[in-house]
């Protein structure tokens, strides 16, 4: 049974830090590329940030320079740490595992709020 279980959100002021992880279970971590999503009230989930299997890194636009994707294959743990947040930054974060494009596993979520 595959298990993405997220943790590390909560409430923080705009220009906080957080550091989210997500730890996987009945996978070979080391060969999934490891993704954080978020999804805001009202729109649709969008890619944050995704580090591949051979350890490259992705960003959306409006996260880069702020927030870090990181993994430790022998924890099976991705992480993001996110620096400098903005209240726009406020959503649920998923983490995703996906080996193509009809294998992937998605965690159940974190709340991340930015106050303003």
């Known amino acids: 049974q595959v298990q993405l279980v997220e943790s590390g959100g909560g409430l923080v002021q705009t220009g906080g830090s957080l550091r989210l992880s997500c730890a996987a279970s009945g996978i070979i971590f080391s060969i999934y590329a490891m993704g954080w999503y978020r999804q805001a009230p009202g729109k649709k989930r969008e890619l944050v940030a995704v580090?591949?299997?051979?350890?490259?890194?992705n960003y959306a636009d409006s996260v880069k320079g702020r927030i870090t994707i990181s993994r430790d294959n022998a924890k099976n743990t991705v992480y993001l740490q996110m620096n400098s947040l903005k209240p726009e930054d406020t959503g649920v974060y998923y983490c995703?595992?996906?080996?193509?494009?009809?294998?992937?596993?998605w965690g159940q979520g974190t709340q991340v709020t930015v106050s303003s």
């Open positions: 580090i591949t299997s051979g350890g490259s890194t």
């Open positions: 995703n595992a996906e080996r193509s494009e009809i294998i992937q596993y």
